[in-house]
């Protein structure tokens, strides 16, 4: 049974970082795309970032230069570090494991950036 748990979110001042990890129950995790996507009440769930077995990343313009997400396949993790973090930040965070033929999600870790 494929599991994503997701972990590492919680509340942040502006201009502050969190690291968000997921952990993944996945047989060959290698060789899937991970993903972090995220939605805000009343929002649609949007790209945060991607990363593909290769290890090319991709980031929504809004956390360009902020946000770097990473992997360890030897501990079917995925990773992301969150910097500089502004209040349009909140949203409920989900990790995505993109495979040959299915694609998971997690639960979820709420992100919340508040003064």
């Known amino acids: 049974q494929v599991q994503l748990v997701e972990s590492g979110g919680g509340l942040v001042q502006p201009g502050g970082s969190l690291r968000l990890s997921c952990a993944a129950s996945i047989r060959f995790f290698s060789i899937y795309t991970m993903g972090w996507y995220r939605q805000a009440p009343g929002n649609q769930r949007e790209l945060v970032a991607t990363i593909t077995n290769m290890r090319s990343t991709n980031y929504a313009e809004s956390v360009k230069g902020r946000f770097t997400i990473s992997r360890d396949n030897a501990k079917n993790t995925v990773y992301l570090q969150m910097n500089s973090l502004i209040p349009e930040d909140t949203a409920m965070y989900y990790c995505?494991?993109?495979?040959?033929?299915?694609?998971?999600w997690g639960q979820g870790t709420q992100v919340t950036v508040s003064s």
């Open positions: 995505n494991a993109d495979g040959p033929t299915a694609d998971y």
